[in-house]
């Protein structure tokens, strides 16, 4: 129970300094919610999203799923969207993956993973559709990398072929979408260079 205990006590000290540097920022923070920026990234505990660029609490909305994954069925991640583009009014829309990434590796991997397997089912859909340029990596190093990227601009394409950013595009909302990749070993993001508007034209246009 002991690193349960210190958890409150971290969450004390953080509230503290918090304070320290702006008294009014608690009664602030609980009177509003205005990000501009919707983040979609992985769960891993190495990627948290606020401290990667730099932003406080009440700056970017935020939903996490292994693998940062997209999906037309999930109504966790479809709702987060429609919430940030409808109500909040976002204006980015951050599709973030990370090197490393576990779901990612064990997309290619040759074993069964359980439960798992059924939602990782969608990043083998992105790995057999690019299979082409994958086999050609130096090494499985390279492989998954380059997967991790393929994905993120796949799951960018979902994004803009999802009903609530159509129907916000088509009402002229000024919405912008975003493939970035985050790599673990110096903390540093990688722009994937995917953006797209609905000036952009088809979202297909953009891999």
């Not at 009177?31 to 983040?39: A, D, E, I, N, T």
């Not at 599709?95 to 990434?101: I, K, L, P, T, W």
Request: net charge positive; charged share 25%; hydrophobic share 40%.
């Amino acid at each position: 129970m002991k690193r349960i205990e210190e958890l409150f006590d971290n969450n004390r000290l953080w509230a503290k300094r918090m304070t320290q540097i702006n008294r009014r920022f608690f009664k602030d923070l609980a009177h509003q919610q205005s990000p501009k920026y919707l983040w979609i990234g992985c769960a891993d505990s190495r990627v948290p999203a606020n401290e990667i660029v730099g932003l406080l609490p009440g700056e970017i909305f935020v939903h996490r799923n292994v693998a940062n994954l997209v999906i037309h069925t999930d109504i966790n991640c479809l709702s987060v969207l429609q919430y940030a583009v409808e109500i909040l009014r976002v204006e980015h829309v951050i599709v973030c993956g990370h090197y490393g990434c576990g779901g990612i590796q064990a997309a290619v991997e040759d074993q069964r993973h359980e439960l798992i397997d059924n939602w990782l089912r969608h990043v083998r859909d992105v790995h057999q559709r690019h299979h082409n340029q994958l086999r050609k990596t130096k090494d499985k190093t390279s492989l998954l990398r380059l997967l991790c990227e393929l994905n993120v601009k796949e799951q960018v394409l979902n994004v803009a072929n999802t009903t609530t950013v159509q129907d916000a595009w088509r009402g002229g909302q000024k919405l912008y979408l975003h493939g970035w990749v985050y790599d673990i070993h110096d903390g540093l993001l990688k722009d994937l260079r995917v953006t797209i508007d609905k000036d952009k034209g088809p979202a297909k246009k953009a891999l």
